[in-house]
Nanobody, 129 residues
Framework: QVQLVESGGGLVQTGGSLRLSCAAS????????MGWFRQAPGKEREGISC????????HYADFVKGRFIISRDNVQKTAYLQMNDLRPEDTAVYYC??????????????????????WGQGTQVTVAS
């Protein structure tokens, strides 16, 4: 399995931006579908966005469409989540995850979190009102 380490979280004002990074170890990063998830206190973990190995396909949850952008650099073995126009409701611990699973006919944003076998430790994002 690939090892993942997130960074880039912090405290930001409403309307601000942050860029999260997810650095991966291993030699087969490009074969993994990468996902970003978040979990707020008292809430279930939810999928935010995902990207296939070649960056040709991306998916977003409705609540971040138009504000967040997922990307990856397979040479640097890093996935990114650019978060713009942040809101207090975006406050959560953000996780990146990786999977080799493929579910034909279903976008990766709708794959169960259990499909993702590798997870980072999480990074806190706090948006002040």
């Amino acid at each position: 399995q690939v090892q993942l380490v997130e960074s880039g979280g912090g405290l930001v004002q409403t309307g601000g931006s942050l860029r999260l990074s997810c650095a991966a170890s291993g030699r087969t990063f490009s074969t993994y579908v990468m996902g970003w998830f978040r979990q707020a206190p008292g809430k279930e973990r939810e999928g935010i966005s995902c990207i296939d190995g070649s960056s040709s396909t991306t998916h977003y949850a409705d609540f971040v469409k138009g504000r967040f952008i997922i990307s990856r650099d397979n040479v640097q073995k890093t996935a990114y989540l650019q978060m713009n126009d942040l809101r207090p409701e975006d406050t959560a611990v953000y996780y990146c995850a990786a999977t080799l699973t493929r579910r034909v006919g279903r976008p990766c944003i709708r794959w169960p979190t259990t499909d993702f076998g590798s997870w980072g430790q999480g990074t806190q994002v706090t948006v002040a009102s």
